[in-house]
Structure formats: structure tokens, C-alpha cells
């Protein structure tokens, strides 16, 4: 075998391991500003589906161990915690079930951290800066593990209350939610 | 279980009905000298007006219509839903010919006409609480109750508002907000009105707050005193008066050093609890929360004023003693639990008591005069605690059980609610007992490092909880106060988070979180009737004496609460660390009940 073979296969290793993992270190904090059109929900009068766009900055997130592993510490730096607890809820609902109060997508939940909801969720604009709710946002999505596996952590630092967000099975997030709001029924 | 008092009581139960009786129960609060004093407990009218019955807080009523022979006949007279699917820890209120029934959060008021068949709704009263005061509830959003006083009705809003409603048209006479939200301020207590003074609190010590007690004026709703559980002396009204009775609590400004420098601006001692009052003495007694964080290494130092119960002067705010149930509190143990003012025979002598169930595992009893505890018995396993030092007045920790940073401690009992949380008990002279609804639990506790912003929780512990040595979570014991000990205990499945209440038949009455309604034999804890409700039961029951002049008991059933907020919060069972911990030990309780505010009442046929 000759060495340049070997370089070669190097080489070309690197470069895939290049391809998994490539992300943006600094945002144009401009551009980056919110410019997708969300929804939450899944009917539009007139037919046809709600008018929504995203831009392709969902799957760059979630789709990137780093960025979810960012989230994950921020989880807990930002107090996200004190009211999800671990996934499963507490004062604030569980991040880990499937049922999404204000939608499940990734600009759903940015939009949910960003603005606040009226039930008790509070508003983190100019909180957080944007790259970071993105992360928890993805770290949020990872929880109940609607993101690929090998992107989801495996770990907590702290006491087990829960199997990994990478041991979790794949679901499908159902949006819109099934709780009425303030726990109010209807009068 | 203990026989020996026990068969005495079933022996005397035995002549129940009989002349003996009567004499046996004359002779025995005779000779037991154990009763609520008159001024703070006066005679029986049929009404409930205040969620503790009477300033002395028994929760005993002197009806005895339904009693322990026919008991077992009792049936529904009618029910109501309250429209609200979170925890129901209200105590439904009668006054005259009207019921008064307060929902969790979005805390409506409803009066029901007793006078007509169905006790049909007259009049519904909605503060309208701001919705965002729903996330920065610590443990389901619960209230726990009106009050009634001259004409009003009064209770506190989640989004921290104090009411006065016309008790007969439901017109709002006043509206105070006396919390901010944004802060983390709640309110869930049931105020108490001494006086002309509506007396409230604040919820939040899981929030970084720092914990107040307030009166307002009950005709304006104008703020007439304002007393810190935290922080100077002046802030906490702390002044010449103010003679605590252990050396521990002596000395200037001890709110401020016994903390590290400010931190106890953010150390919680919130008064969400239960007060009682002493008209004779014209002293307050309430309880203050846990410091905040729960993180305890945060915090070196006694953290007063947190964790103890105050005597204060309704009429100026000014206190007169304090003692600390749990000095630099490190499980999150709020002495908020009621206290019973009793006035009995100790040592040969009759003392004025105040009896406290306690979080840390002890019934205290303090002559509530001075504030010195005469005894301190535990009525809960414990690992965490070894005891009291009557000498100083201090808890004794276990070093073993003391949190240390980032490690798991294993098998804390009892548990960061307590060995009895907010539930309250229920005392009968006729018996002399006191009969108390609590858990059975233990937990695992890490301690992390919190991070204070302002309006999001301030923790810093990873808790896990789980069913305590025998596996049931529940217990409900009757309690020998001069022995300290218990004379008999019904064990239940999940953690008891209902009331008690005593009447004059010799019943006791308290829920179970199944949903089972559960009459006992107050002398043998004999269960002599149940009944299943549509959802589990974490309210207070209360009993009058309707318009026909026949006996009723009500209750609300709705489950949630901290230890049902995995049913009413739709938490994940997979997440142990949920609501706090409690999660895992309640994993089950989603596939024994579902959440639903509905009002039961009963009655003999």
C-alpha cells in the first residue's frame, strides 16, 4: 500500500465527517431575524393549505448534535426547567409528550419562546438572542425525540428522572394541542 | 397498630347511644381538658363561614343529625360542577340559606341558593384573573378558599387580587391587587378575617419572592399593615414587643444576617398557609414558606425569617413571638400547615397550645402565649431528622441526609411536601383527638445550582419521590396530642391531600385522591361509609345545617394540587423529575382518576 492511498482515504474522511456537522458559527444577526410565516393551524377558509413558509433554518438546527446540545444547556441556564422540569411538566406543560398546545414545529415552538403564550408561558424576546431560542427550540424538539436519533443527546449531567432524549421512539408531534387552554371547560 | 387505647374506645363505643355514653364523653373532657377556647370557637350555629370553622381552626362541628349509627344511609342531595378541570382544595362555605363555592384558577365564585330544590346557582361572581399568573403557579392553581365576614365574602385570585364580594347579590365591593405576577408573586390562601382586617399572604417561594403578610381594611380593601418574612426588622415589624422565647430568635436585624449579603431579598418565607386567632389574647398566628432556593448550600445561616410560625398583633402587625420549625430549612419544609388553638391540661397545669402538624415530621405543640414548645413527637418515618431539642428549640438534621452539591442523597424521608402538607386536620373535644390526613413518603434529592431570574422558578434541586416504608403513600392517623402519639392509622394507597373534619355525630370525614368520600368512627377509625366520586378528592369537607333544618356535608372533588398535578396538568408519567419530583411516586394516579371540579353534597334519607 502506498502512503498517498492512505492520505487519500484520510483525506477523504475527513471531508465526510466535514459533511455532517457543518453549521454556520456566526449568523448575520439581520438576516437572521424572524422572516418565516407560521401557523397554528391545519385549516384555511377557501380551501387548500394555510399560507406558511419557512425557511430551511428548522432542519439546520435540528438536525445539528451541537445545536441541540447547546439547547440543552441553555434548558437549563434560562430556567426552562423550573416549569418543564425534565420533559415531562410541571407548572408549564410536558415538552416530551406529543401534543402541542401551540404547535410543534420548530417555528412554532421559536415563536412560542419568543412572544410568550396567554396561559402562563412568558415572553423571551430580546431575552435570548435568536441563534440560542433556535437551539432550545431544537433541544425542546429532541425531547420527546422528533429529531434524528444520532442527533439527540444521550446524557444529562444531573439525576436520571427519565431515559435519554436518544432512547426515546421517533414521534410525530400533533399540533394544535388537546388541553383546553386555561383548564377552563367550555361554559 | 396500638390496642390498648383503642379497645377502650371500642368499648365505649359500644354504649353509643346510652346514657353511659353521654357520661362517658362528659367525663372524658373532663378529665381531658383538651377544647378550643370559647372566644375563638363559639357555639354551634349550623354554618361554615371560614374554611378552618372557627378562629381556634378545628374544622369540628357540633351537628350530629348524621352520626355513627346511621351514617351508612347517607346519600347525594345534589352536585355541581364548577366548570374548572384543575385541583379543588376549596372548602364550600354556608352562610344562612347560601352555599358559597370558589373554583381553582380562573377563581369563580358561585352562591347556591339552599332554600330550593338542587340548590340551584343565584348568582356567579368572575374576577377575571390575568391568565399569565398560571405560569408562575408553582403547584396547580389551586385557591383554597372564601371567608366570610359581616355581609362579604373574601378570597385572593391567582393573579394576586384580594376580593370582597356582597355575600347576597355577588356585587363586587373592593378589588386590591396586592402581588405582582411578573415578580413571581401568586396568591392561593384562604384569607382570614380578624377583626375589620382581611389577613393575606403571598405564594411563591419556589419563585425567588420574598414572603409577606398583609391586612387590608375588610370595608375599603386599603392596605393597613404590611409585615417581610425576610429582612430588616422593621420590614418583618419586629420591635420592642417582640419577645421569642428561644435565644436563637434574639437579636437585631437577624432577617438580614442570618442570610448571605441580599440574598434575602429573594428568600421566600411566603404565608400561603393557614392562620388562626386567639380574640382573648388578640394575637394572629400564621405560618411563613420555605427559603428560597431549595438549594440550601446557597443560603449558610438560620434564613429567618422563613420556616417558623409568628404571633402578631392583628391590629398592628407587630410580632410578639416566633419559632423556627426548620432553621436554614434545607427540604423544603414551609410551616404553613394550620394551627389549632387549644386550651388543655400539660403537666398538670392548663396551658393555651397551639398544635402544628408539621412538614418536618413533628406535631408540634407550643404554649401559644410564649411560644415554647412543650412537645414535639413525629407522626411520619423519618431519615432526614432526628429530632427536637426542646432546650433550644431546634430541629435536629441528620448529617447523612444534608445536601451536598451535584450528589444524588438517597432516601430523604420525609419528602420536600412534607410529612403533611397544606391539608389540614381536624380536631374533636368529644374525643380529645386530632385527627390528621398526611403522606407516607420518601425521596431522593440532588442539588444543582440555580440561577435567579426574576418571574421564573428558583430551585435548584432534581428530586425524585416514592412511596415511604409499608408502600402505601397515605395515611390518616388519629393523634393523641398529650402522648404524642397515634391511637390508629388508615393507610391509603396514594398521598392523602384532602382535609379533615370532625362533628359532633363522632364522624370524621376526609377524600382519598382515588376519589372515595370516606366517613370514619372518630373513636375506632371504623370505616363506616364511602363513597366514589367522579374525581379524586383534594378539598376541604365542611357540613351545616340546611334550610329544613337537616344535616348536609359537601365537598369538592377535583383532583390535582402538587400531588395531582400529573392528572390536571397532563404532565409525563416518564419524567419522574415532574412537578417537582412528585411525578414519580404518582405514576399510577392517571390510570385511577381524570380531573374535573364537581361539588358533592350529601345527606340522610
Redo the contacts between chains.
Keep these: 500500500m502506498t502512503r498517498g492511498a492512505l492520505m487519500l482515504l484520510c483525506a477523504s474522511l475527513l471531508v465526510g465527517a466535514c459533511e455532517r456537522e457543518r453549521r454556520e458559527f456566526r449568523r448575520d444577526p439581520v438576516v437572521a431575524s424572524d422572516e418565516d410565516k407560521i401557523t397554528m393551524s391545519s385549516i384555511s377558509p377557501g380551501g387548500g393549505q394555510p399560507a406558511a413558509q419557512s425557511s430551511a433554518r428548522a432542519k439546520e438546527f435540528e438536525n445539528n448534535a451541537y445545536h441541540v446540545s447547546q439547547g440543552k444547556k441553555y434548558y437549563?441556564?434560562?430556567?426552562c426547567n423550573?416549569?418543564h422540569?425534565?420533559?415531562?411538566?410541571?407548572?408549564?406543560?410536558?415538552l416530551?409528550?406529543d401534543?402541542w398546545i401551540y404547535g410543534g414545529s420548530m417555528e412554532n415552538i421559536v415563536r412560542t419562546i419568543k412572544e410568550?403564550r396567554?396561559?402562563?408561558?412568558?415572553s423571551f424576546r430580546d431575552r435570548i438572542p435568536d441563534d440560542q431560542i433556535w437551539e432550545l427550540a431544537a433541544y425542546v424538539r429532541s425531547m420527546g425525540r422528533a429529531i434524528p436519533q444520532d442527533v439527540a443527546p444521550g446524557r444529562n449531567?444531573?439525576?436520571h428522572?427519565?431515559?435519554a432524549e436518544n432512547r426515546q421512539p421517533y414521534v410525530t408531534p400533533i399540533p394544535g394541542g388537546s388541553?383546553?387552554?386555561?383548564?377552563?371547560?367550555p361554559? | 397498630m396500638k390496642r390498648s387505647l383503642g379497645a377502650a374506645i371500642i368499648t365505649a363505643s359500644i354504649y353509643a347511644g346510652s346514657p353511659w355514653a353521654l357520661a362517658w364523653a362528659q367525663g372524658a373532657s373532663a378529665h381531658n381538658i383538651a377544647a378550643p377556647p370559647a372566644s375563638a370557637a363559639p357555639a354551634e350555629d349550623g354554618q361554615w363561614t371560614m374554611p378552618g370553622k372557627n378562629f381556634a381552626s378545628t374544622r369540628y362541628s357540633g351537628l350530629d343529625q348524621i352520626n355513627v349509627s346511621n351514617v351508612k344511609n347517607l346519600q347525594v342531595a345534589f352536585t355541581f360542577s364548577t366548570g374548572v378541570n384543575k385541583g379543588h382544595e376549596s372548602a364550600p362555605l354556608v352562610v344562612g340559606s347560601t352555599m358559597y363555592v370558589l373554583s381553582p384558577y380562573p377563581n369563580i365564585l358561585y352562591a347556591l341558593d339552599l332554600t330550593q330544590p338542587g340548590a340551584p346557582l343565584k348568582w356567579r361572581y368572575n374576577p377575571k384573573p390575568d391568565a399569565a399568573a398560571q405560569g408562575v403557579a408553582c403547584c396547580d392553581v389551586v385557591n383554597r378558599g372564601p371567608t366570610y365576614a359581616n355581609g362579604r365574602i373574601f378570597f385572593t385570585t391567582l393573579d394576586a387580587h384580594v376580593v370582597a364580594v356582597n355575600a347576597d347579590t355577588g356585587e363586587e365591593m373592593w378589588k386590591t391587587k396586592v402581588g405582582e405576577i411578573n415578580k413571581g408573586e401568586t396568591m392561593t390562601m384562604a384569607p382570614l378575617v380578624a377583626k375589620d382586617k382581611v389577613v393575606v399572604g403571598n405564594s411563591g417561594g419556589e419563585y425567588g419572592v420574598r414572603g409577606w403578610v398583609q391586612a387590608l381594611d375588610a370595608a375599603s380593601g386599603k392596605s393597613v399593615w404590611k409585615a417581610y418574612s425576610t429582612g430588616p426588622d422593621r420590614d418583618v415589624k419586629i420591635g420592642p414587643s417582640f419577645k421569642p422565647f428561644y435565644d436563637g430568635d434574639k437579636g437585631q436585624d437577624l432577617g438580614v444576617s442570618t442570610w448571605p449579603p441580599n440574598a434575602w431579598e429573594q428568600g421566600g418565607g411566603t404565608v400561603w398557609g393557614w392562620m388562626s386567632y386567639d380574640p382573648d389574647l388578640n394575637l394572629l398566628y400564621h405560618g411563613t414558606g420555605n427559603p428560597g432556593p431549595w438549594n440550601a448550600n446557597q443560603r449558610p445561616g438560620d434564613n429567618k425569617w422563613t420556616t417558623g410560625i409568628f404571633a402578631r398583633d392583628p391590629d398592628t402587625g407587630d410580632a410578639r413571638w416566633y419559632y423556627q420549625t426548620a432553621q436554614h430549612d434545607i427540604h423544603d419544609w414551609d410551616t404553613i400547615n394550620e394551627q389549632v388553638l387549644l386550651d388543655m391540661e400539660w403537666d398538670g397545669q392548663m396551658r393555651k397550645v397551639l398544635v402544628h402538624p408539621g412538614r418536618t415530621g413533628f406535631v408540634y405543640v407550643l404554649d401559644r402565649t410564649t411560644g415554647e414548645v412543650l412537645s414535639a413527637k413525629p407522626f411520619h418515618a423519618l431519615t432526614a431528622v432526628t429530632g427536637v431539642d426542646l432546650k433550644t428549640g431546634r430541629l435536629q438534621y441528620n448529617p447523612d441526609k444534608e445536601p451536598i452539591q451535584n450528589r444524588v442523597v438517597r432516601n430523604i424521608c420525609p419528602t420536600a411536601p412534607g410529612s403533611k402538607d397544606w391539608n389540614p386536620s381536624a380536631f374533636s373535644h368529644r374525643t380529645g383527638v386530632l385527627y390528621i390526613p398526611h403522606m407516607n413518603m420518601c425521596m431522593d434529592w440532588e442539588t444543582t445550582e440555580p440561577n435567579y431570574i426574576a418571574g421564573t422558578p428558583y430551585v435548584g434541586a432534581e428530586v425524585r419521590m416514592f412511596p415511604g416504608p409499608g408502600g402505601h403513600m397515605g395515611e390518616f392517623s388519629a393523634w393523641d396530642i398529650r402522648a404524642g402519639k397515634e391511637l390508629w392509622t388508615i393507610n391509603e394507597r396514594f398521598p392523602l391531600w384532602s382535609g379533615a373534619m370532625a362533628t359532633g355525630g363522632d364522624l370524621v370525614f376526609y377524600g382519598n385522591m382515588e376519589g372515595w368520600f370516606k366517613a370514619v368512627h372518630a373513636r375506632t377509625g371504623e370505616a363506616l361509609w364511602q363513597f366514589k366520586t367522579s374525581s379524586g378528592i383534594i378539598g376541604q369537607p365542611t357540613t351545616y345545617r340546611g334550610p329544613d333544618g337537616k344535616q348536609y356535608v359537601a365537598v369538592l372533588s377535583g383532583v390535582g394540587g402538587w400531588a395531582g398535578a400529573i392528572v390536571s396538568g397532563d404532565l409525563d408519567p416518564r419524567d419522574g423529575s415532574a412537578a417537582l419530583g412528585f411525578v414519580n411516586a404518582m405514576r399510577d394516579l392517571k390510570n385511577v382518576t381524570t380531573k374535573g371540579g364537581t361539588l358533592y353534597v350529601f345527606k340522610l334519607p
Design positions: 437549563t441556564w434560562f430556567n423550573g416549569c422540569s425534565n420533559g415531562g411538566g410541571g407548572s408549564g406543560p410536558p416530551m409528550d401534543t410568550g396567554p396561559n402562563g408561558m412568558p449531567d444531573d439525576m428522572p427519565r431515559p388541553t383546553p387552554p386555561s383548564g377552563l371547560a361554559q
